[in-house]
């Protein structure tokens, strides 16, 4: 099976497996617009080594994830996922989902400015409230710097 038909395979199962196969929700946590995924997935555009890594970095799939036909198999259960780590990270309600959209829209070269605002005031924010879990400081910091 060459490359790209596998990471379509995997991709689509994904998301029907993790999204209840909403592309748009997955858009969203994937960090790529759901036209560019919807044409990635239906063959008329590539689904290239770069992209699938920036989507396997985005979601917090192992490198490669999209290159193992495996991960395609619905009884693969055993799929890597930010769910299991963070569930909250795919309770997108529509606040979420207009920052996310604004986030897509913008330049790429801009995006690294506008995550870095987001980690300031995050920072910011938990400073000034005590009551904020700010376990995943780190997290948000390194997001920043991106």
Known sequence: ??????????LRHYIESRFDGNVRQFSLVAGKADRQL?????????????VARDIEKN???????FDDIANANPDNAALPTLAAQQPAAYIINDEA???????????????????AMLAKSY????LKHPEIDASDIGTLIDFGRK
């Open 97 to 115: 989902r207009a920052l996310a959209d604004i986030y897509i829209k913008l330049p790429n070269q801009i995006r690294g400015e506008f995550r």
């Open 59 to 65: 979601v917090g799939l192992a490198p490669l994830f």
């Open 1 to 10: 099976m060459e490359a790209q038909q596998c990471r379509r395979a995997v």
């Open 38 to 50: 919807n044409d990635m997935l239906a063959g008329r555009k590539p689904f290239g080594e770069k």
């Open 123 to 126: 920072i910011e924010l938990c």
